[in-house]
């Protein structure tokens, strides 16, 4: 179970490097795909209340510089902010000052699919062959520290 937790987790960890590379090497990719995010969820959200849309600190650099690319797109008045905890990317809307709000960031739905992650690793490796790979090394590591203490005995004895 440890291997398989590790494994999990040193995936999401090559994935948020990777997507963040990418993020970083196709930032106007990204920005589209930011706008498809906003338009698809705009009927949701454009209702005469306040809307507050809240962006990773390189993203809000962009569209505060930029507002009217958000503004031209709803009806009422949007506030655009910076996460206090920055992210990968993605964004955060709040209505009505946070009574209602929607998590659209890298790291929310690439948790949202840690299930569906470890399910699929289960399929690729099951329990019994994690518990046997597990222990085969425990037996490799009890072998080589047996290895050096014997190596240090004899190199005491030596000393001596």
Excluded: C, W
Aim: net charge neutral; aromatic share 10%.
């Amino acid at each position: 179970m440890d291997l398989k937790n590790s494994l999990i987790k040193t995936l999401k960890i090559n994935l948020f490097n990777h997507i963040k590379k990418e993020i970083d090497d196709h930032y106007l990719n990204y920005l589209n795909f930011l706008f498809n995010i906003i338009k698809n969820v705009k009927s949701t959200v454009d209702k005469p209340q306040a809307i507050e849309i809240i962006f990773n600190l390189k993203d809000y650099d962009y569209f505060i510089q930029n507002p009217e690319k958000i503004q031209d797109l709803f009806k009422n008045p949007v506030e655009i902010n910076k996460d206090d905890n920055d992210f990968i990317g993605g964004i955060k809307i709040s209505l009505g000052s946070g009574l209602i709000s929607y998590d659209y960031t890298i790291d929310n739905l690439i948790d949202k699919k840690s299930s569906f992650i470890q399910r699929e690793i289960s399929k690729i490796v099951n329990d019994s062959e994690i518990k046997e790979t597990e222990s085969q090394f425990n037996m490799f590591i009890q072998n080589q520290k047996s290895k050096i203490n014997k190596h240090l005995k004899q190199y005491d004895q030596i000393q001596i």
